[in-house]
């Protein structure tokens, strides 16, 4: 099957610092990604929809200047956790669709 | 609107016997059914979807899933399930030109040695 790439798969940064997370998909072209945070135990809630070469489309509650996605390519999209709490303590999860979607391994944020 | 409901927390099995995980979906038009499987900190990993077709669907790790278009199911099925089966399970479902896609919250399977 198709893969997508997540990197960091864990990162500890400080409050207040930015932290970014790239998505790849590996041997497909992707014009759409999607972006989900996963609380423990539970199931993924999407946070924007990220479309190559136009702005990021956020789901309401989520706030595009605190999580800035760049999609630049048609295998990379990016978010950006800007200014982080620890309230932004979280597993953030990319995907990308074929018909089937693929997704990337995680990355765990920590802010300290 | 689309959704899916998988309504039970957990489910525990012993091993070697079999394994089921219910899913029924809401969705307007012909769904595009999937099922994921996800190990700790890790992404979700796709074992099998239904497009069309044939009703009875096999994938990935020996996991098989039936589509009941009058019950609205897509339940997942292991005919004899193994220990490292034990994983947290999605179901998902989006509609024919819809890319995004609606999960259920998730089912915690335990496969008891």
């Known amino acids: 099957g198709a893969v997508v790439s997540q990197h960091p798969s864990r990162v500890i940064c400080k409050s207040g610092t930015s932290v970014k997370i790239e998505c790849r998909s590996l041997?497909?072209?992707?014009?759409?990604m999607f972006w989900y945070r996963q609380f423990p135990k539970q199931s993924l809630m999407l946070m924007a929809t990220?479309?190559?070469?136009?702005?990021?489309?956020?789901e309401q509650g989520v706030e595009k200047d605190k999580f800035l996605i760049n999609h630049a390519s048609l295998t990379l999209s990016t978010l950006t956790v800007t200014s982080a709490h620890p309230e932004d303590s979280s597993f953030y999860i990319c995907?990308?669709?074929?018909?089937?979607?693929?997704f990337g391994q995680g990355t765990r944020l920590t802010v300290v | 609107a689309q959704s899916v409901a998988q309504p039970e927390d957990q489910v525990n099995v012993a091993e070697g016997n079999p394994l089921t995980v219910k899913c029924t979906y809401s969705v307007s038009g012909n769904p595009y059914l999937f099922w994921y499987v996800q190990y700790p900190n890790r992404g979700l990993q796709f074992l099998l979807k239904y497009i069309t077709g044939d009703n009875l669907v096999k994938g990935s790790y020996g996991f098989e899933a039936e589509f009941n278009k009058s019950q609205t199911s897509f339940h997942l099925k292991k005919p004899s399930a193994l220990v490292s089966d034990s994983a947290l399970y999605f179901c998902a479902v989006r509609a024919y030109g819809n890319n995004r896609l609606a999960f259920g919250k998730g089912n915690q399977v335990v496969v008891i040695p």
């Open positions: 990220s479309n190559e070469g136009s702005k990021a489309t956020y």
């Open positions: 041997d497909f072209q992707a014009t759409t």
């Open positions: 995907s990308a669709s074929a018909i089937e979607a693929f």
